[in-house]
């Protein structure tokens, strides 16, 4: 079983920035995304990364303002969110991925983002 740990969370004025980590306790998959969840709306898609290319995806909401980033030795992802506006606020996820569109095996806990105006 992989257990996905998200960090570094916290309240940010908008404007302001913070850097998301997800450690994999091990790796046995070929994608992490990254999820947000605001108070009652759905899931959304935010950024993907690829394990094995160069290969990334971002929402066409933070296109520019967030990066996607990993460290294949410590099997951690990272999401660089910079220009955080209210609207960001909600708890992000990361998720990993076996094979790309296959559906996500694995899911963090979740950490809250809070960005004030």
């Known amino acids: 079983q992989v257990q996905l740990v998200e960090s570094g969370g916290g309240l940010v004025q908008a404007g302001g920035s913070l850097k998301l980590s997800c450690a994999a306790s091990r790796r046995t998959f070929s994608t992490m995304d990254w999820f947000r969840q605001a108070p009652g709306k759905e899931r959304e898609f935010v950024a993907s990364?690829?394990?094995?290319?160069?290969?990334?995806y971002y929402a066409d909401s933070v296109k520019g303002r967030f990066t996607i980033s990993r460290d294949n030795a410590k099997n951690t992802v990272y999401l660089q969110m910079n220009s955080l506006k209210p609207e960001d606020t909600a708890v992000y996820y990361c998720?990993?991925?076996?094979?790309?569109?296959?559906?996500?095996?694995?899911w963090g806990q979740g950490t809250q983002v809070t960005v004030s105006s």
């Open positions: 990364i690829s394990w094995s290319d160069t290969s990334s």
């Open positions: 998720a990993a991925a076996k094979i790309r569109g296959s559906g996500y095996d694995y």
